[in-house]
């Protein structure tokens, strides 16, 4: 053990190994300096927290010996720290203030505390009720799955149905070349099933893919998914309290089944965005979408345009330009882009064994992730009223991520103002989803690629013409251009009481749910990903997942235990909820005026991010309140 925990301490990040041994001795001697990791003002961290080499092995030391004890059976794992010292340790490991109220949603992460809905009354898990209580979960990707696992540790009968032939949702769907995650995938997976052996520091789509399959099959809910079914609708019958569903399979061939609760977990990104281009359907050759990928086209030598500069497209250009003769890309504006020295960077073995082998070492490491891309940044997304400069950024840290980010784009396009001039943007950094760097700018700056700074007004024949009026001649068209975004729900018909629709409801683009998840006469329909869910700050949406499937296991065993057949939101309830979502949007970056983006709606309201912390809406999500809910008590819950 030795000779691997040596080398593997010579890759470890030091912060975490300090809250490994922290936590394994109760030792609070470890707290005070020379130990205590630097505040760095980077966006991405330095792995040996600025404590002097002499105390970083100092702590590789200790930790050595701590782990040979446990191992010769000499020391036992002590019992998780109280309250005020976790605390003290997370705002030690990332050296900022962390306030309490996040040690009882890292405690439960890190598996120190229960994480899941149980029940309350031991005959409800086998009562005539629950044997009869069905779930429709629609959509095989992480959400889904996650609905799945959840339902079965209750377990509750659950039916799930994909229109796809395998699981996996948009990692299925999205083949497109060097797909991959810009969040780190350490934390891009669940805490109940965590992977210590990703490849790269960010994972590509077949790893993502094969995670969420592997997942799947772990907790054996892979074989009971109804795959090549659409669900064509769901439509709330009274009488029966359920949900009337109708199926197509693979042959075209309808069905009709009834769920007491339907969870939606088709997320928000799964309608590619591309009939607003005028003039389309006159190109004659390959035209298609980055998430409807055609692998049958030889890009070789021909002239390709990119339409949009998104994250499909920052993926996508370096594949493109290595093997087009000309790459045209049309940007209607210009993108934040972050630099990451791990967005290509393998994982070593040295750092999966700290990972598998060291007690709270792949924990503390996920926290880390956690705060620097998370709630740790959105302080800095948030308006300051008294900042002089706000056209530029929205505070003074804010600032600083635009002075680093510029730096780092001049750095990239030294001598090309060119570029410079196209790429910079005039907006608070994050104001858009900002785009981790896949060699975007050193590929701009090939002989075969030019950027258009302008968007696309229409096509015509093998002509691309720009909105400022010049035009360029192609071979092949690729629609970088995003998702219907705000058509939630859209592929399934959804009647409601009184017949109300989803769609009527939500119109073309202004979905609106308590808490993301719940909507106002669609009794017992809960959605996955709805909106206000995205993490637009940073984070993940599995985290999210979790969060939104712990909200609807607490509702569906209040339900069963009490016998209630049917909640449904308050209005007054789920009206006020949104009003605090957008007063609390009008302070935020997304809000800035004289920006565009995909988060907005036509009316200019924010309907996509999140605007909480994620303590925030972990707390909002933990325990549901059914006095928020009309209740009806059970009558033909059978």
């Not at 001598?415 to 005039?426: C, E, Q, S």
């Not at 590929?443 to 968007?455: K, P, Q, Y």
């Amino acid at each position: 053990m030795s000779l691997n925990l040596e080398q593997a301490f010579q890759e470890a990040s030091i912060p975490t190994l300090l809250m490994c041994l922290v936590q394994l001795t109760g030792d609070e001697s470890w707290l005070r300096e020379p130990y205590l990791p630097k505040r760095d003002t980077n966006l991405f961290a330095d792995e040996s927290g600025g404590i002097a080499e002499s105390a970083q092995q100092q702590i590789r030391d200790s930790l050595a010996i701590v782990l040979g004890e446990i191992s010769d059976g000499k020391r036992e794992i002590l019992s998780p720290p109280n309250t005020e010292l976790f605390t003290r340790m997370m705002s030690l490991c990332v050296a900022e203030e962390v306030a309490p109220e996040y040690a009882p949603m890292m405690m439960e992460a890190m598996g120190l505390t229960q994480r899941d809905i149980g029940w309350t009354k031991l005959s409800a898990a086998s009562s005539e009720t629950l044997k009869k209580f069905t779930v429709l979960i629609i959509g095989a990707g992480f959400s889904g799955i996650c609905a799945a696992i959840k339902l079965d540790q209750l377990g509750i009968r659950w039916m799930m149905a994909d229109a796809n032939a395998e699981i996996g949702g948009t990692w299925l769907v999205n083949d497109y070349p060097e797909a991959g995650v810009d969040t780190p995938n350490h934390f891009y997976s669940f805490t109940f099933a965590p992977n210590h052996r990703w490849p790269k520091y960010f994972s590509k789509r077949i790893d993502v893919l094969n995670y969420c399959k592997s997942v799947a099959e772990k907790f054996k809910v892979a074989d009971r998914i109804s795959l090549n079914t659409e669900v064509v609708s769901t439509t709330w019958d009274e009488a029966s309290q359920k949900w009337k569903v109708v199926l197509r399979d693979r042959h075209g061939q309808l069905r009709e089944s009834h769920a007491n609760v339907v969870i939606s977990g088709v997320g928000q990104l799964n309608r590619p965005k591309k009939s607003f281009i005028k003039g389309l359907e006159s190109f004659s050759g390959p035209c298609f979408h980055s998430a409807q990928w055609r692998h049958d086209v030889d890009l070789s030598g021909k002239r390709v345009a990119i339409i949009g500069t998104g994250a499909s497209a920052m993926q996508i250009l370096r594949t493109v330009a290595s093997k087009a003769s000309d790459v045209t890309i049309f940007q209607r504006s210009p993108q934040w882009v972050r630099p990451s020295n791990d967005y290509h960077r393998d994982v070593k073995p040295q750092t999966m064994w700290l990972f598998e082998n060291v007690p709270f070492y792949f924990d503390w490491y996920r926290f880390g992730l956690f705060w620097r891309f998370g709630d740790g940044l959105l302080p800095t997304l948030r308006r300051d009223e008294t900042w002089p400069h706000q056209q530029r950024s929205m505070n003074s840290r804010n600032d600083k991520h635009r002075v680093q980010l510029t730096e780092y784009l001049l750095t990239q396009l030294e001598g090309r103002t060119d570029l410079v001039n196209k790429t910079l943007p005039d907006y608070p950094p994050y104001g858009k989803r900002i785009l981790v760097d896949n060699d975007w700018y050193k590929t701009l700056t090939r002989d075969n690629v030019e950027l258009v700074a302008s968007g696309v007004d229409h096509v015509d024949g093998n002509q691309i013409v720009a909105l400022d009026g010049s035009s360029r001649e192609t071979d092949v068209i690729i629609l970088a251009t995003g998702f219907e975004a705000g058509k939630m729900l859209a592929s399934v018909a959804v009647t409601g009481r009184n017949g109300t629709t989803l769609r009527d409801t939500w119109g073309d683009d202004n979905p609106r749910a308590y808490k993301g998840m719940t909507m106002p006469n669609f009794p017992n329909l809960f959605c996955l990903y709805g909106p206000n869910t995205n993490v637009a700050h940073g984070g993940s949406v599995i985290f999210q997942a979790e969060c939104q499937m712990r909200y609807i296991t607490s509702c569906i065993t209040q339900m069963i235990e009490s016998q209630i057949s049917a909640v449904d939101v308050r209005p007054e309830v789920h009206d006020a909820y949104n009003k605090a979502v957008d007063d609390e949007h009008d302070q935020l970056v997304w809000s800035h005026p004289g920006m565009d983006s995909w988060y907005k709606n036509s009316q200019g309201r924010i309907f996509s991010p999140m605007p909480w912390r994620f303590v925030d809406y972990w707390s909002m999500t933990h325990d549901a309140d059914l006095s928020d809910y009309l209740v009806t008590a059970k009558r033909a819950i059978i």
